[in-house]
């Protein structure tokens, strides 16, 4: 689900300029909201099984982390709970059936305005090009410049992939022939493999705001120190593989920039 409304809001990024209109932002301010109703319950999640289970048996802190999986299973549960009201509410129906008619009917699609007249009668091979090329392009500058960014500019730098690896999926179909989709598949495997360096890097940022919140009670206890323990245990090790996925973001970079471009 989580997947789905990122790549409808790629979707609505990607075609900003002929989806202008009163319309347009409740809808996308909307789909932000729900999203984020989403998002704790993945972040306990990935937490719990990649950081946190498989430590099983092999940390020096046996006790600690069990003490935090448990304080970590409740605070997942709690999240679920909130992701499962979104879906129940009033709130979640009103926004399928208000993006649904906006995308089928909206203003956007009928206007007389020549402006948006001529965005909507532009060759959809002519401005996919121009699209892919200028994302692709601030990607690569971005990148450049990889040690320098600090860990919000590394969260920007992952989505800016991600829709740039969404965007090529959306326009496959205006792209055919062989040599370009063995180029597009080629493109889309590198971009998903920064993708997945730069969200972990992205994880272990989420991780160390988790760790505070773990950590910080005003009324100390033993339980209490032993997760804060265990946090700053598998935070430490993060801290550590840090580098290492910086230098992966970076050598997977070179390949992008010497890849020939498919809308070409």
């Not at 926004?95 to 948006?116: E, Y």
């Not at 996919?128 to 919000?152: G, H, P, T, V």
Request: glycine share 6%.
């Amino acid at each position: 689900m989580r997947v789905g409304l990122r790549r409808l809001r790629t979707a609505i990024s990607v075609f900003k300029e002929l989806l202008q209109g009163p319309e347009a932002e409740p809808i996308k301010t909307e789909l932000k909201w729900l999203t984020e109703q989403l998002g704790p319950a993945r972040d306990f999640d990935v937490l719990l099984e990649k950081r946190v289970r498989p430590l099983r048996g092999a940390a020096p802190i046996p006790k600690q982390l069990g003490v935090l999986e448990r304080d970590l299973e409740a605070k997942r549960a709690g999240a679920l709970e909130r992701a499962k009201a979104a879906v129940d509410s009033d709130r979640y129906r009103a926004i399928g059936l208000r993006t649904a008619l906006w995308l089928v009917n909206g203003a956007w699609s009928s206007s007389q305005d020549p402006v948006t007249v001529s965005r909507r009668d532009r060759p959809a091979g002519e401005f996919a090009a121009e699209i892919l090329a200028k994302r692709s392009k601030r990607i690569l500058k971005k990148i450049a410049d990889i040690e320098a960014l600090d860990a919000y500019g590394r969260h920007k730098l992952r989505i800016a992939v991600k829709k740039l690896r969404y965007a090529c999926e959306f326009f496959s179909g205006l792209f055919d022939g062989r040599r370009r989709t063995v180029q597009r598949n080629r493109l889309g495997r590198i971009l998903k493999s920064l993708q997945d360096a730069l969200g972990t890097l992205n994880d272990f940022e989420v991780h160390r705001r988790l760790a505070a919140t773990v950590a910080h009670r005003r009324k100390r206890s033993r339980e209490q120190s032993e997760k804060a323990l265990a946090m700053g245990f598998i935070t430490g090790q993060e801290q550590q593989q840090t580098t290492r996925y910086i230098a992966a973001v970076k050598e997977t970079s070179a390949r992008l920039t010497d890849l020939p471009k498919f809308w070409k």
